[in-house]
């Protein structure tokens, strides 16, 4: 009890517990209420559905692949931004966070427009024979960018805390650069990468708007299944939306708890004595 | 004696190497951030400032537009307040299950925004707990503004109570806490803002997709997309990527204005 002298606990308790509990949790309850409600069949028919898990698969394995290609990029971006300077690098650095400010559906046709047969990038990308646009590609390249930010934003200021001495110091003692890169600050930057990769990995498995428009959601192919969630609520399947939701809250939920043991040992191996 | 024949060796190397990953890194992100947002304009122009202008000024964008910012309007404010007191909670007394509240707080960021949108179906749908008591006298929230606004209420929940915790849990001066704690309130208002304006997925589940009724502007982009009026949706679209952008300069200035007051920040997620 820091300082009950304060006026308000009682104001913003009750404000804060009644608007929290309409707002997220009596929603939520209604989602697992519904999710109970599915019969065992419900439950059945998605374990047992080639597309649902096709879905899933694209859903959660598209994300890791694309947060994992976040943190190559991110690293390499927040190292640039932070350690090079160069005409333009605030701007740059302002730009980071346009899959942030850009709304999805935005992201999404855009994107589209761009990696198409016949876009910018597309154009190109079908002359050396790759297909993004209407593919799983696609699926990963709306991901990545959804995410990106994240790894670049949770780097920046830890590696504008690290101190050089380390470096030259393991450069002074032989170390070439490589070395120095994987065994001082790979170590010293995994937690905070690891923060980043997770956040990126926890948007893009959910992420919708962006996704749907290049994916061309083909079932079994580009399908995610926060688009299957939207089609069994259009044919009024409120019992499995709901048990598809609870299934993806439930990934999603499993996929931080090992990311958050993961960051611990990590964090644990950038303390021990170099 | 190694070391140092080795390093002279490889300082040219080394100059290369910077270069090659300054390249690397700046050739990546203008092709892989900046081209999306050049070609929302260029798709939007491609048939010329006429037809741009014809689009917006049709009567379904004008009301998507009006419905944008009446949504906006009303969420962004009760999350100001609720962010507010959240805030004022959770960094000025002590009280248990304090922790969980925090958790809880940031439950939006971590939900899907298509189960963001659902979990308001199952509650006021036709087949959801409410929906019976709400038919039978008449109101309407699902497939009407009342839906767009409590789903948009939901994804923005987080953005003003998390600018302001860190900040107000600093034990700052306290001459200037007052402008510290503007800035915090300014850059959260901002993010919530973006959000709510931009925000499709949990929107798209509970809208119905009514033209001229339950049409937001980014509902709007994607029902043109999908009816093949590409200029169309392009230039509803880019009056979306003009706000993105807006966000971005003023958040930008709010960083530089605010620099201690915002400087090691989580960052915010969507």
Redesign the interface.
Same mark, same amino acid.
């Given at each position: 009890m820091r300082r009950r002298v304060l006026p308000g606990f009682g104001l913003s308790l009750g404000l804060t517990l009644s608007y929290l509990g309409l707002i997220v949790l009596l929603p939520l309850a209604a989602l697992a209420w519904k999710a109970s409600d599915a019969g065992a069949g419900t439950w059945l028919h998605l374990f047992s559905s080639a597309r649902v898990i096709a879905a899933l698969r694209l859903s959660f394995g598209g994300a890791l692949i694309a947060a994992l290609l976040d943190a190559l990029a991110g690293l390499l971006v927040a190292w640039v931004l932070v350690r090079y300077r160069f005409p333009g690098r605030r701007l740059l650095d302002a730009f980071i966070d346009l899959p942030f400010a850009m709304p999805t559906a935005v992201a999404g046709i855009a994107l589209t427009a761009l990696y198409a047969p016949n876009g910018w990038l597309g154009g190109w990308l079908a002359l050396a024979g790759i297909r993004v646009a209407y593919a799983p590609q696609g699926v990963l390249v709306a991901m990545a960018f959804v995410g990106f930010p994240f790894v670049v934003r949770t780097l920046q200021p830890v590696l504008e805390n690290l101190d050089r001495e380390i470096e030259e110091a393991a450069e002074s003692l032989g170390a070439r650069r490589w070395q120095t890169f994987t065994r001082v600050l790979l170590p010293t930057l995994a937690p905070a990468l690891l923060t980043g990769f997770a956040l990126a990995l926890a948007r893009a498995a959910g992420e919708y708007g962006s996704v749907i428009f290049i994916a061309g959601n083909i079932p079994m192919r580009s399908e995610i299944a926060p688009l299957l969630i939207v089609q069994k609520l259009e044919q009024f399947d409120y019992a499995g939306a709901a048990a598809l939701a609870v299934i993806m809250l439930g990934f999603s939920f499993v996929l931080l708890i090992l990311i958050s043991h993961l960051q611990r040992w990590s964090g644990r191996w950038a303390e021990l004595p170099a | 004696m190694?070391?140092i024949v080795?390093?002279r060796a490889?300082a040219w190397p080394?100059r290369t190497?910077?270069a090659a $990953?300054?390249l690397?890194?700046?050739a990546?992100?203008v092709?892989?951030?900046?081209?999306? /947002?050049a070609?929302?304009f260029a798709?939007a122009l491609r048939q010329g400032v006429a037809a741009f202008l014809a689009s917006i000024a049709q009567p379904e964008a004008r009301s998507s537009i009006l419905l944008t910012l009446l949504v906006a309007g009303i969420a962004v404010p009760l999350n100001l307040?609720?962010g507010v007191?959240?805030a004022?909670?959770m960094t000025?007394?002590?009280?248990r299950g304090k922790a969980l /509240?925090g958790t809880?707080?940031d439950?939006?960021f971590? %939900?899907?925004?298509?189960?963001s949108g659902?979990?308001? %179906?199952?509650?006021f749908? =036709?087949?959801?707990?409410f929906g019976p008591w709400l038919d039978a006298h008449g109101i309407k929230v699902i497939f009407a503004v009342p839906g767009l606004v $409590?789903a948009t209420?939901?994804v923005t929940?987080p953005f003003v109570a998390r600018e302001l915790i860190p900040l107000m849990q600093s034990q700052g001066g306290e001459e200037d806490e007052a402008a510290r704690v503007l800035g915090a309130l300014l850059y959260g208002v901002l993010?919530c803002n =973006?959000r709510a304006?931009?925000?499709?997925?949990a929107v798209? %589940?509970v809208s119905g997709h009514i033209r001229g009724l339950t049409t937001t502007?980014?509902?709007e %982009?994607?029902m043109r997309?999908n009816e093949y009026d590409?200029v169309g @949706?392009?230039a509803v679209?880019s009056l979306?990527?003009l706000? =993105?952008?807006f966000?971005?300069?003023i958040?930008?200035l709010l960083e530089w204005r605010y620099a201690d007051a915002l400087? @090691?920040h =989580?960052?915010?997620?969507?």
């Open positions: - | 190694n070391a080795m390093r490889s080394q190497m910077r $990953l300054l690397v890194a700046v990546f992100l092709v892989f951030l900046l081209f999306p /947002l070609v929302v798709e307040v609720f007191s959240a004022w909670l000025r007394f002590q009280f /509240l809880i707080i439950i939006p971590s %939900v899907s925004p298509v189960i659902l979990i308001y %179906v199952l509650l749908g =036709a087949q959801g707990w $409590l209420v939901f929940l993010l =973006a304006m931009g925000e499709f997925g798209s %589940v502007m980014p509902l %982009v994607e997309y590409y @949706a392009f679209a979306l990527a706000l =993105a952008l966000t971005l300069a958040k930008s400087a @090691a =989580a960052p915010g997620g969507h």
